[in-house]
């Protein structure tokens, strides 16, 4: 059974930092490109972050660039996103999330085939 599990949430002061990982189980991540979400309360989800395959191509919300790095350890079956200079409204459920049909890194939810339940991250002080 094809299963993402993240982990790292917590409550950080801003300025802090969280990394997030996300390990797969029932199958590789190899020949998926990976993706981070995250859903604050009253909003829509949107995409953070995509890592191609190979993990030499990645994208970003604008407001996570230079904030938040995207990687991944294909031998360990898993994904990471490093979010340094938190700010309050990086506070949301964050998901991981794979697709392997596209083809290219989005940040579209709609293309991700499978999800992780989600972490709760909240930057206050």
């Known amino acids: 059974q094809l299963q993402l599990v993240e982990s790292g949430e917590g409550l950080v002061q801003p300025g802090g930092s969280l990394r997030l990982s996300c390990t797969a189980s029932g199958f590789t991540i190899e020949n998926y490109y990976i993706g981070w979400f995250r859903q604050a309360p009253g909003k829509e989800r949107e995409g953070i972050s995509c890592v191609s395959t190979s993990g030499r191509k990645t994208t970003y919300l604008d407001s996570a660039k230079g904030r938040f790095t995207i990687s991944r350890d294909n031998a360990k079956n898993t994904m990471y996103l490093q979010m340094n200079n938190l700010k309050p409204e990086d506070t949301a459920i964050y998901y991981c999330?794979?697709?392997?049909?596209?083809?290219?890194?989005?940040?579209?939810?709609?293309?991700?085939?499978?999800w992780g339940q989600g972490i709760q991250v909240t930057v206050s002080s």
């Open positions: 999330a794979v697709n392997e049909g596209l083809g290219y890194c989005s940040t579209a939810a709609e293309f991700y085939e499978s």
